[in-house]
C-alpha cells in the first residue's frame, strides 16, 4: 500500500558486469523521467565505474537512488574486484559466487524499505536474469517481479529452446525465473519485425543511448575527434571486442597484421587483462609488449591504438567510421545499429554467436572469425575490411544498415513501438 504523497517506486538489480550494469541504469533512466523513483542496487566498486551516467541522470533532474550493498568476501577474488570487467575469463565464477551472497544484505535493505517514511514502499523488483533470488525476495513480499533481458530478443529465443538439462549449473542462479513476468529485452521491435513478430508487445525494445559509454581513454576526447576529423568519409574501422574479451599475443599479432595490411585506416581500443600488471605502463611499454615490432610507427598515419576503454558512441557517431570489428556484444551490436555502422564479427563466446548470425542474416555485416580461441587469418581480415568499406557490396550494407538505424530511431520515439511498450508498463 502506498503512503499516498510520494512517487511510485521500483527496484533494478543487475547482474555485475558492465553490459548488464549500463542496459539497466538506461532503463532506470527511462522510467525516471516518466515519474518514478528508481533504487538501482549495486556495490562499492560498480558505483564507481558508472559514476559519470549516474551523475548525469542525477543532474537532470532524475530520481534515481544508487543503493549500495556492502560486498561480500569471496575466496579468491581480490578486494574491490566486483565485476566480470574486473577479471580474468577463469575468475567469472567467483563473480557469480559474490552475486549469490548479496541476496542476504539485498533481503535486509528490501525489508527496510517497507518501514521507510520519505519513500514509498516499492511496487515491485526488476532483476537480470542471473538473479533468481530478487524474485524469490519479490515474492516473499508479495510485489510482483519482472525480468530484463540485456541480451537481443533472437538470442532469448534461443536460450528459451534450450533443454533444461544442458542448464542443470545455472538453476540455482536463475531461479524464481519461471514466477516472474518479462518485462522486456534490449531490441526495438522493428529491428524483431525484419524476421517476424516472435514476441508480444510488452517486450520494452532498445532502452536507448541514454547513458554515457565507453571508460576512460589514454588520449583526450579532442585529440581523437581531430584525428578522426582527419580521414575520409566511412573509411575507419573501430576495433573493439568489449569489455571481457582479452585477446593472446598469438590472436594481436595476426588481428595486427590483417589490419597492416588492409590499408585502411583504425582505432583499436586493445585491453589488457586483468592478469597483467600494467599500473605504471605507459603507451610505449605497453606497445613494445604486446604488438608486433614496429607495428606502430609503420601505421602512425592511418592507426591509433587507444589502451583501455574508449569512447564507443563518440567514435561510431563520427562520419568517418564506416566498420565497427566487434565481439557481436548486444551492447555493442545496438550502437552500432543506432549508428548506421556495419560490423565486421568476430563473436567470442555466449550470445555475440548468435548476435552474429542475426547480423548477417540482416546483411548489415560479415564474420570473419570466431569464439575467444580463433585465429583471424591476415588476407580474410584484408578482404572483409575491402569489402565492406571500398567494395559495392558494402554500399549495399551500409545501406541495409542505415536502414535499420531509420527502423530503430523510429521505434523509439514518442509514438514508436519501444515508446508505447515502456509506457504500458
Same mark, same amino acid.
Given at each position: 500500500?502506498?503512503?499516498?504523497?510520494?512517487?511510485?517506486?521500483?527496484?533494478?538489480?543487475?547482474?555485475?558486469?558492465?553490459?548488464?550494469?549500463?542496459?539497466?541504469?538506461?532503463?532506470?533512466?527511462?522510467?525516471?523521467?516518466?515519474?518514478?523513483?528508481? #533504487?538501482?542496487?549495486?556495490?562499492?566498486?560498480?558505483?564507481?565505474?558508472?559514476?559519470?551516467?549516474?551523475?548525469?541522470?542525477?543532474?537532470? &533532474?532524475?530520481?534515481?537512488?544508487?543503493?549500495?550493498?556492502?560486498?561480500?568476501?569471496?575466496?579468491?577474488?581480490?578486494?574491490?574486484?566486483?565485476?566480470? %570487467?574486473?577479471?580474468?575469463?577463469?575468475?567469472?565464477?567467483? /563473480?557469480?559466487?559474490?552475486?549469490?551472497?548479496?541476496?542476504? *544484505?539485498?533481503?535486509?535493505?528490501?525489508e527496510n524499505q517497507f518501514h521507510e517514511e520519505t519513500l514509498e514502499?516499492?511496487?515491485?523488483?526488476?532483476?537480470?536474469?542471473?538473479?533468481?533470488?530478487?524474485? %524469490?525476495?519479490?515474492?516473499?513480499?508479495?510485489?510482483?517481479?519482472?525480468?530484463?533481458?540485456?541480451?537481443?530478443?533472437?538470442? $532469448?529465443?534461443?536460450?528459451?529452446?534450450?533443454?533444461?538439462?544442458?542448464?542443470? @549449473?545455472?538453476?540455482?542462479?536463475?531461479?524464481?525465473?519461471?514466477?516472474?513476468?518479462?518485462?522486456?529485452?534490449?531490441?526495438?521491435?522493428?529491428?524483431?519485425?525484419?524476421?517476424?513478430?516472435?514476441? *508480444?508487445?510488452?517486450?520494452?525494445?532498445?532502452?536507448?543511448?541514454?547513458?554515457?559509454?565507453?571508460?576512460?581513454?589514454?588520449?583526450?576526447?579532442?585529440?581523437?575527434?581531430?584525428?578522426?576529423?582527419?580521414?575520409?568519409?566511412?573509411?575507419?574501422?573501430?576495433? #573493439?571486442?568489449?569489455?571481457?574479451?582479452?585477446?593472446?599475443?598469438?590472436? $594481436? @599479432?595476426?588481428?595486427?597484421?590483417?589490419?597492416?595490411? #588492409?590499408?585502411?585506416?583504425?582505432?583499436?581500443?586493445?585491453?589488457?587483462?586483468?592478469? /597483467?600488471?600494467?599500473?605504471? #605502463?605507459?603507451?610505449? %611499454?605497453?606497445?613494445?609488449?604486446?604488438?608486433?615490432?614496429?607495428?606502430?610507427?609503420?601505421?602512425?598515419?592511418?592507426?591509433?591504438?587507444?589502451?583501455?576503454?574508449?569512447?564507443?558512441?563518440?567514435?561510431?557517431?563520427? *562520419?568517418?567510421?564506416?566498420?565497427?570489428?566487434?565481439?557481436?556484444?548486444?551492447?555493442?551490436?545496438?550502437?552500432?545499429?543506432?549508428?548506421?555502422?556495419?560490423?565486421?564479427?568476430?563473436?567470442?563466446? &555466449?550470445?555475440?554467436?548468435?548476435?552474429?548470425?542475426?547480423?548477417?542474416?540482416?546483411?548489415? &555485416?560479415?564474420?570473419?572469425?570466431?569464439?575467444?580461441?580463433?585465429? *583471424?587469418?591476415?588476407?580474410?581480415?584484408?578482404?572483409?575490411?575491402?569489402?565492406?568499406?571500398?567494395? %559495392?557490396?558494402?554500399?549495399?550494407? &551500409?545501406?541495409? $544498415?542505415?536502414?535499420?538505424?531509420?527502423?530503430?530511431?523510429?521505434?523509439?520515439?514518442?509514438?514508436?513501438?519501444?515508446?508505447?511498450?515502456?509506457?504500458?508498463?
Amino acid at each position: 500500500m502506498t503512503k499516498g504523497f510520494h512517487k511510485p517506486h521500483v527496484v533494478a538489480v543487475p547482474y555485475l558486469a558492465l553490459g548488464h550494469s549500463i542496459p539497466f541504469l538506461d532503463l532506470a533512466m527511462h522510467l525516471a523521467s516518466h515519474g518514478l523513483t528508481v #533504487s538501482y542496487v549495486t556495490t562499492p566498486a560498480n558505483v564507481a565505474c558508472l559514476e559519470q551516467p549516474i551523475h548525469e541522470a542525477l543532474n537532470n &533532474g532524475l530520481d534515481i537512488r544508487v543503493v549500495v550493498l556492502p560486498s561480500p568476501v569471496v575466496e579468491g577474488l581480490p578486494e574491490g574486484c566486483e565485476n566480470t %570487467d574486473l577479471v580474468p575469463s577463469e575468475s567469472r565464477g567467483l /563473480i557469480r559466487e559474490l552475486m549469490s551472497k548479496l541476496e542476504h *544484505p539485498f533481503h535486509t535493505w528490501m525489508e527496510n524499505q517497507f518501514h521507510e517514511e520519505t519513500l514509498e514502499p516499492p511496487l515491485c523488483v526488476i532483476h537480470d536474469m542471473c538473479i533468481g533470488w530478487a524474485a %524469490d525476495t519479490a515474492q516473499e513480499y508479495n510485489i510482483p517481479s519482472f525480468l530484463f533481458n540485456t541480451c537481443g530478443a533472437f538470442g $532469448t529465443i534461443l536460450l528459451r529452446s534450450i533443454s533444461c538439462s544442458i542448464l542443470q @549449473n545455472c538453476v540455482s542462479e536463475r531461479r524464481g525465473g519461471q514466477r516472474c513476468a518479462q518485462l522486456g529485452s534490449a531490441t526495438t521491435y522493428q529491428i524483431g519485425q525484419t524476421r517476424g513478430r516472435v514476441f *508480444p508487445p510488452k517486450f520494452l525494445g532498445s532502452a536507448g543511448n541514454v547513458s554515457a559509454r565507453g571508460k576512460m581513454a589514454d588520449i583526450s576526447e579532442g585529440e581523437l575527434v581531430s584525428w578522426l576529423d582527419s580521414q575520409c568519409l566511412r573509411s575507419v574501422v573501430y576495433v #573493439s571486442f568489449g569489455s571481457q574479451t582479452f585477446l593472446s599475443q598469438q590472436q $594481436t @599479432n595476426a588481428l595486427a597484421r590483417g589490419l597492416e595490411g #588492409s590499408e585502411q585506416p583504425f582505432v583499436w581500443a586493445f585491453k589488457v587483462s586483468p592478469n /597483467i600488471e600494467t599500473t605504471n #605502463s605507459d603507451s610505449a %611499454d605497453l606497445a613494445s609488449t604486446y604488438l608486433p615490432e614496429g607495428f606502430l610507427e609503420r601505421t602512425k598515419k592511418r592507426g591509433m591504438v587507444i589502451w583501455g576503454g574508449a569512447p564507443q558512441l563518440l567514435i561510431l557517431s563520427h *562520419p568517418s567510421v564506416g566498420a565497427f570489428m566487434s565481439h557481436c556484444g548486444w551492447n555493442s551490436t545496438l550502437e552500432s545499429i543506432t549508428h548506421g555502422v556495419p560490423i565486421v564479427a568476430w563473436p567470442m563466446f &555466449g550470445d555475440q554467436r548468435f548476435n552474429s548470425k542475426l547480423i548477417t542474416e540482416l546483411g548489415i &555485416g560479415i564474420q570473419f572469425c570466431q569464439d575467444k580461441d580463433g585465429l *583471424p587469418d591476415k588476407e580474410r581480415v584484408k578482404e572483409v575490411l575491402r569489402r565492406v568499406l571500398i567494395e %559495392d557490396k558494402g554500399k549495399e550494407i &551500409g545501406k541495409r $544498415t542505415v536502414k535499420l538505424k531509420e527502423m530503430a530511431e523510429k521505434a523509439v520515439k514518442q509514438e514508436g513501438s519501444s515508446a508505447a511498450d515502456l509506457q504500458a508498463f
